[in-house]
Structures are given as C-alpha cells and as structure tokens.
C-alpha cells in the first residue's frame, strides 16, 4: 500500500514537473505541424472532417457552410486533394517513390502479346518526390466569442498545406523492398488462386465476398512473411527527408466579411539526416543488418517564420514578425537517446530582443508511445529562461522515437 | 452498361487486356465461370495488369462467362488513406476480336468489397460472352 502510495506521488510529481515545463516553449510548437492550419490558430479540433472524394468534401463542406447561414464557425477540414481522383496509371512501386529504370527496360526484349512467360528484368531507382502526391491541404475556423480576449466576436479561419517534398532512402532498402513487392504478389496470387477454386461456381457480390472471406483466413505462411518483409523494408528510416508547410490565418471582426484582418502567416521547412550506426558494407551483405538496427546519430534543421497582427481591441493591429533558425544533433542508442537543440529566433520589429534556445534532451522509450524526457537548458528570452522539464511524453500513433522534427 | 461481349462463330482469337490502378499489391486472375482452371494470370511484376493476350477462340468461349477476379492488398497505405484507395481503384477490362471490335469494362462500384480492416480489396469483373 505504502509502495503504492510513493509511485502515485512519484507519478503526480514528475506530471507537475511536465505542466510547468508547457509554460515554455514545447519540443512540439518547433517542428512542422501535422496539422498547420489548426497549429496556427492553437487550435486542437475534437473531430477533423477528412472526406476521401470529392463528392464527399463538397457535400461536407455545403452542409458546414449551410448550418452556419454565412461564414462558418468550428469546423476542420483536412484531406490530399490527388487522391480524390483515380489516376489509372498509378501502382505499388510508384506510390512507394519507386520508378521503372528505361534503361534497363531497353536491355529486355519481350512481346506484349505473348502469351509466354516472360522474363523481365526488374530493376528499379528512385522518385525522392513521390511524398508531393500526398500534399496534404487543411482548413479549419475557431469562433471567439467577445467574452473572451477581444471585446468583439471574432471569427478566425485558417488555410494551409503541407508536404514532404523529399525522401531520400538507403539504396539496398530500395531493391528489397522492389524484391518484396514482387514476393507478396506471388504468394497474394496462390492464396487468391485457392479462393477462387472454392468459390468458382458463384457470381456476383456472392463471389467477391467469398473470395474475400477465404483470403482473409488463410493461414498461408509464405504470405503472412513476405507481407513482413514488405512492412519491415517500408519501415526503413529515410536516410533523408525534408518537409515543408504554409499557413495563413484571417481574423473576422463580429463575423463579417467586411471587416476582415489578416491574422497570422507561418511557415516551416525542416530537414531530417538519419545516420545508422552500422556499416554500409554490413547492410549490402545482410538487409537485416539495418531493419535491426537501433542505433542512430540524427541530424535535423529547423526554419520557421511566424507573422501576426496582434490586437487588444480588433481596431489597432501591431505587426510582430518572428523567424526561428536552428538544428539539433541526435545520439539514439536503442530506447535510449540524447540531444543537443539550438534554435536562434529573431524578431524583426526589435532587433536587440533577439534570443536563442539550447538545451540539452534526454529521452527514454518505457514502452511503444509512451517516453520518459527530461530536458535541461537556456529557452528563449533573457529573463525566467532556464529549462527544466522532467516527465512523461505520451503520444498514439506510428510516432517515430527521438525524431520531434520528423513527420 | 450490361457486361456483355459479342463473339463471331469462328475459330477467331479474342484477346483481353486488364488495366489496374491501385497504390497496393494486386494480382489478378482470368477464368471461366464454374471451372477449376484459370485462362490468364498477371505476372507479379506486373501488379495486377494483364498485357493483351489471348483468351481463347471466339466459338470455344460463346455462351461462357468470363471473369477477372483481383485480390489487393493495402499493407503500408496509411489508415486514412484506405477508403480512398478503394473508391479510386481502377479496373479496365478490354476486350478485342468481337464483332464489336475493342470493348472496354470497367469495374463498378458494386463490383468490389473491402475486407481485413479494409487492408483488403476484391473485385472481379463478369462478362458474359454471347453469339
């Protein structure tokens, strides 16, 4: 009971310590949001309408604005506009970053309309844009009522978009996982082969349905592995990335279009440097050399540029301009990591209030999701600027360990 | 539009093409209605697609059904993503050798059903051949 007692306490105490660290700058506010538009407006919507075709955007989208009679209020909207469209020409490797080299292709004689086996070399490169077809677009509105900040009613609606505009991977984990690809399209095909010799007689939806019912309970070894194989490959740090986000904001005074200001503008660019610490000449020999390995340096770059019409009245706005610049080294040694961040933040209207940030950061993975931090250095200002935070980090999601600046 | 496909009663070759468009793995398989036996399979390079090929002579196959079954798998593709992935799903089936000439089918919407999380997708295409 006594034991119970000392890691409740333990427990409060290390979560006040991470309440009063949120009252500086978060590790999060620094990297390019999941969601800009929201981020911009410091807004967590409790459900982001993400329709997946177009029809269902439009008919989302005309009932908002329809129940709101004018400029809408609270909603949140995000979704990739290319993948509300069929594109006939797309496929696994594509999709993957993964596109046909014409010179092999050129090396390889075969008939189209042979109805012979034909034996097609398979050899692959690289599309480091591919993350652009998912450009991701999000908007979203939170209303202020003149209870609160400002003695008006302001409607404030935010756009933005973000994107990975590189990715860059290890050249062995790019052919294995072309090799996986064609892996589990063998074993799909003999497992889709059995199911459709059981449902051979049926038609229609009667037969789909079967088919379907016998894949998904099929015990097949050879599939359930390369299905693996397929994932652990994808999984594969990049051993390069980049991503970029815009957003903009406009602030509507008593909702009305007429008196309308520009709110807030931001936008981040962060790039991402993953160095495995096992030997080039080791992952050549054995793929597995790198899926298993847990030993990281990370190097990450971080712009951000953030401008507001700051107002106390919604009569007289005061420009604030702010650019954060900086980096952070990463050493990860399996659940273990630590790191040192510097950011370099400039205000353009005063030019002697320029600040910086460094710290020094200590995490450990407790379990999937779930992190014990403890951060310790300068944070931003010159004044009440030391850090202290100590506590528990806690997230859902396929949230990489030790990268905040990754996606 | 009825998936119907006119055949001459010759000894003629008809031939099919099956065009795939999905972000997942896809295999695709050709047979006749009721028989154990397939026509036409994709090669697993191809991820679904069948180049133009033969599928029998133009007398053999009258008053068959033919059918292109597709299993896809959407290992890797984002949750969010998965719904998408089925409504975009491209299935063209195309025909050549008929009286009609080249005759496109594409897969419809109640053609196809998600499975496994909706980590799965089957669709087949039934068209029937007739004199």
Same mark, same amino acid.
């Given at each position: 009971?006594?034991?119970?007692?000392?890691?409740?306490?333990?427990?409060?105490?290390?979560?006040? !310590?991470?309440?009063?660290?949120?009252? @500086?700058?978060?590790?999060?506010?620094?990297?390019?949001?999941?969601?800009?538009?929201?981020?911009?407006?410091?807004?967590?919507?409790?459900?982001?309408?993400?329709?997946?075709?177009?029809?269902?955007? @439009?008919?989302? !989208?005309?009932?908002?604005?329809?129940?709101?009679?004018?400029?809408?209020?609270?909603?949140? !909207?995000?979704?990739?506009?290319?993948?509300? !469209?069929?594109?006939?020409?797309?496929? &696994?490797?594509?999709?993957?970053?993964?596109?046909?080299?014409?010179?092999?292709?050129?090396?390889?004689?075969?008939?189209?309309?042979?109805?012979?086996?034909?034996?097609? %070399?398979?050899?692959?490169?690289?599309?480091?844009?591919?993350?652009?077809?998912?450009?991701?677009?999000?908007?979203? /509105? $939170?209303?202020?009522? /003149?209870?609160?900040?400002?003695?008006?009613?302001? #409607?404030?609606?935010?756009?933005?978009?973000? @994107?990975?505009?590189?990715?860059?991977?290890?050249?062995?984990?790019?052919?294995?996982?072309?090799?996986?690809?064609?892996?589990?399209?063998?074993?799909?095909?003999?497992?889709?082969?059995?199911?459709?010799?059981?449902?051979?007689?049926?038609?229609?939806?009667?037969?789909?349905?079967?088919?379907?019912?016998? %894949?998904?309970?099929?015990?097949?070894? $050879?599939?359930?592995?390369?299905?693996?194989?397929?994932?652990?490959?994808?999984?594969?740090?990049?051993?390069f990335s980049a991503d970029i986000a815009f957003a903009s904001s406009t602030a509507f005074g008593n909702n009305s279009i007429s008196n309308s200001k520009s709110y807030r503008t931001g936008g981040w660019i962060t790039l991402a440097y993953n160095q495995p610490l096992?030997?080039?000449?080791?992952?050549?020999?054995?793929?597995?050399?790198?899926?298993?390995?847990?030993?990281?340096? #990370?190097?990450?770059?971080?712009?951000? &540029?953030?401008?507001?019409?700051?107002?106390?009245?919604?009569?007289?706005?005061?420009?604030?301009?702010?650019?954060?610049?900086?980096?952070?080294?990463?050493?990860?040694?399996?659940?273990?990591?630590?790191?040192?961040?510097?950011?370099?933040?400039?205000d353009n209207n005063k030019k002697g209030m320029n600040t910086s940030r460094t710290v020094g950061i200590i995490q450990y993975k407790i379990w999937k999701d779930f992190f014990l931090l403890g951060t310790f250095g300068k944070d931003f200002s010159e004044i009440n600027?030391?850090? @202290?935070?100590?506590?528990?980090?806690?997230?859902?999601?396929?949230?990489?360990?030790?990268?905040?600046?990754?996606? | 539009?009825?998936?119907?496909?006119?055949?001459?009663?010759?000894?003629?070759?008809?031939?099919?093409?099956?065009?795939?468009?999905?972000?997942?793995?896809?295999?695709?398989?050709?047979?006749?209605?009721?028989?154990?036996?397939?026509?036409?399979?994709?090669?697993?390079?191809?991820?679904?697609?069948?180049?133009?090929?033969?599928?029998?002579?133009?007398?053999?196959?009258?008053?068959?059904?033919?059918?292109?079954?597709?299993?896809?798998?959407?290992?890797?593709?984002?949750?969010?993503?998965?719904?998408?992935?089925?409504?975009?799903?491209?299935?063209?089936?195309?025909?050549?050798?008929?009286?009609?000439?080249?005759?496109?089918?594409?897969?419809?919407?109640?053609?196809?059903?998600?499975?496994?999380?909706?980590?799965?997708?089957?669709?087949?295409?039934?068209?029937?051949?007739?004199?």
């Amino acid at each position: 009971m006594m034991m119970r007692h000392i890691i409740l306490h333990s427990f409060l105490g290390l979560l006040g !310590f991470n309440a009063f660290g949120q009252k @500086t700058t978060e590790l999060a506010d620094l990297k390019v949001p999941v969601s800009p538009a929201f981020s911009l407006l410091d807004f967590a919507p409790k459900t982001i309408e993400s329709p997946g075709t177009i029809k269902a955007f @439009t008919t989302s !989208f005309v009932a908002t604005v329809a129940k709101a009679g004018g400029i809408p209020k609270n909603f949140a !909207f995000e979704f990739s506009p290319y993948w509300f !469209f069929k594109h006939p020409n797309m496929d &696994i490797y594509k999709y993957h970053g993964l596109i046909v080299d014409p010179v092999s292709l050129n090396e390889v004689s075969f008939t189209e309309e042979d109805n012979a086996p034909v034996k097609k %070399i398979f050899n692959l490169k690289q599309n480091i844009f591919y993350g652009l077809r998912s450009t991701n677009l999000s908007f979203g /509105s $939170v209303f202020k009522d /003149s209870s609160k900040k400002l003695p008006v009613d302001v #409607n404030y609606i935010a756009y933005a978009f973000r @994107t990975n505009i590189i990715n860059l991977r290890n050249k062995n984990a790019v052919n294995k996982l072309t090799e996986s690809i064609l892996s589990v399209n063998s074993a799909l095909q003999k497992v889709q082969s059995e199911a459709r010799k059981k449902c051979k007689d049926l038609g229609g939806r009667e037969r789909i349905k079967c088919i379907g019912e016998e %894949i998904t309970k099929s015990k097949d070894s $050879v599939l359930k592995a390369t299905r693996k194989n397929f994932m652990d490959y994808l999984m594969i740090r990049p051993v390069f990335s980049a991503d970029i986000a815009f957003a903009s904001s406009t602030a509507f005074g008593n909702n009305s279009i007429s008196n309308s200001k520009s709110y807030r503008t931001g936008g981040w660019i962060t790039l991402a440097y993953n160095q495995p610490l096992v030997s080039a000449k080791k992952v050549k020999e054995n793929i597995s050399n790198l899926i298993e390995c847990k030993n990281y340096v #990370n190097a990450f770059f971080l712009f951000r &540029i953030l401008k507001e019409n700051a107002t106390n009245d919604f009569k007289i706005f005061t420009k604030k301009n702010m650019i954060d610049l900086g980096g952070r080294i990463e050493f990860e040694f399996d659940k273990f990591s630590f790191s040192i961040e510097s950011i370099k933040r400039m205000d353009n209207n005063k030019k002697g209030m320029n600040t910086s940030r460094t710290v020094g950061i200590i995490q450990y993975k407790i379990w999937k999701d779930f992190f014990l931090l403890g951060t310790f250095g300068k944070d931003f200002s010159e004044i009440n600027n030391l850090v @202290t935070l100590f506590g528990f980090n806690w997230g859902f999601g396929e949230n990489a360990l030790n990268t905040p600046f990754n996606k | 539009m009825e998936n119907i496909y006119r055949l001459k009663k010759d000894n003629s070759e008809i031939k099919i093409k099956v065009k795939v468009g999905t972000i997942g793995n896809a295999s695709t398989i050709v047979s006749e209605k009721g028989a154990v036996g397939e026509i036409l399979k994709s090669r697993p390079e191809d991820n679904g697609n069948i180049n133009k090929r033969k599928l029998g002579l133009s007398d053999e196959l009258i008053n068959t059904t033919i059918i292109a079954d597709l299993a896809i798998l959407l290992d890797g593709v984002p949750k969010n993503q998965l719904d998408q992935a089925f409504e975009n799903l491209f299935v063209r089936v195309t025909l050549f050798g008929g009286p009609d000439g080249e005759q496109s089918f594409d897969i419809g919407p109640g053609e196809k059903l998600q499975f496994n999380d909706k980590k799965l997708i089957v669709a087949a295409k039934e068209i029937k051949m007739i004199p």
